[in-house]
């Protein structure tokens, strides 16, 4: 009965063990990228080259507010409309959405440079921002490819509205 019992034991130590490492299985991506800071060279020549006046945000983000809008300011519960174009420190355009109808984004959903920046300003404000590659897509890159690994990116947002 003993060994009976250190069996089940062991097989659930087995299971429990095996069951938090799913970083080891298909789809999951372990790695670790570069520290916010390492990528302010990077921002800021991109800022300087495309006339961007930014702000060091405490997290390592950079932003420049064109206009805080008024009203509404979102919270990472909040459901934000958008008008954006987001960009590569090469100048590549990764993704652009003209219509903000098309976004009702939650913003907890969203990368956390969007989580950190975006409520900086209010429903009607235009921000643009300078994010680290660990507040965008990391090590990782994007899914579909378009964003490589360690990215710093660029984007320029105008909230439309906030629910």
């Not at 790695?31 to 991109?46: F, V």
């Not at 008024?70 to 003209?98: E, H, Y």
């Amino acid at each position: 009965m003993k060994n009976f019992v250190l069996a089940l034991i062991g097989i659930g130590l087995f299971f429990f063990i095996g069951s938090c490492a799913k970083s080891a299985e298909p789809g999951y991506i372990t790695c670790t990228g570069p520290k916010p800071a390492q990528d302010s060279t990077a921002l800021l020549a991109y800022a300087s080259a495309n006339g961007i006046t930014p702000t060091l945000d405490t997290t390592g983000l950079y932003y420049e507010i064109i206009d805080s809008g008024a009203g509404v300011r979102p919270t990472l519960n909040s459901k934000i409309f958008v008008t954006f174009v987001g960009k590569l420190m090469t100048g590549f355009t990764f993704d652009s959405v003209g219509n903000s109808a098309s976004t009702n984004y939650l913003l907890s959903n969203l990368i956390q440079g969007w989580q950190i920046g975006i409520p900086k300003i209010m429903k009607g404000g235009h921000i643009k921002l300078l994010i680290p590659s660990a507040f965008g897509y990391g090590c990782a890159g994007s899914s579909s490819g378009t964003i490589p690994p360690n990215s710093p990116l660029y984007y320029d947002i105008q909230l439309v509205d906030v629910q």
